[in-house]
C-alpha cells in the first residue's frame, strides 16, 4: 500500500516521502496513530503544496539567521558578578545569564541555542550561539566583578 507519512519513522522514512508499506502495518498502526495517510492524487498533491511551502519558510528562516549574524558580528557581551579577592566567581556564568544580556542587547535568543563552557574566574570567554541549523556565531563574554 502507498502511503505519506507524517512523522519521521525510522526504518520506513521522512515526513512527507510516499512510501510502499504493508496493508496490516498502514491499517493496524499507521493511520489509527494518524502517522500517515493514503497515497491518493489529492494528498500526494497537498502534500507537494505543504513541501513547497515549508521549503520557503526554512529559507527565511536561514535569511533572518544570516542578517542576525551579521550584525552580532565581533559582539561583546559584559557580565557583572560577585567574585572573591582571587578573581573566583561565586556560582557560575549560566546560558541564560548570557541571553540575558543579549536581550538587553536587542537580541531575543533562547538560552538553549547558546554554547558555553563552565565559567568560573574572572576573564573573557567566547560563546557559541546557534542561530539555525546551519548558522552559528561565536560571540565573546566578558567577565568583570561588580
Do not use: C
Not at 559582539?75 to 582571587?86: C, E, Q, R, S, Y
Not at 556560582?91 to 563552557?117: C, H, M, W
Request: charged letters at 25%; glycine letters at 6%.
Amino acid at each position: 500500500m502507498k502511503i505519506i507519512l507524517k512523522e519521521n519513522m525510522k526504518h520506513v522514512g521522512k515526513q512527507g516521502e510516499v512510501v510502499m508499506v504493508k496493508d496490516g502495518y498502514a491499517n493496524n498502526y499507521l493511520f489509527p496513530k494518524r502517522m500517515a495517510v493514503l497515497a491518493t492524487p489529492g494528498n500526494i498533491k497537498m502534500m507537494e503544496e505543504n513541501n513547497r511551502q515549508g521549503a520557503m519558510k526554512r529559507e527565511k528562516m536561514k535569511a533572518d539567521a544570516l542578517a542576525t549574524s551579521t550584525s552580532m558580528n565581533e559582539m561583546v557581551i559584559t557580565i557583572a558578578t560577585k567574585a572573591g579577592a582571587n578573581g573566583k566567581i561565586f556560582g557560575s556564568i549560566t546560558p541564560l545569564q548570557v541571553a540575558q544580556a543579549l536581550k538587553v542587547k536587542g537580541y531575543d535568543i533562547d538560552r538553549r541555542k547558546i554554547e558555553i563552557n563552565d565559567i568560573k574566574v574572572l576573564g573573557s570567554y567566547e560563546a557559541i550561539v546557534n542561530l539555525h541549523r546551519e548558522v552559528s556565531i561565536t560571540i565573546k563574554v566578558e567577565v568583570v566583578s561588580e
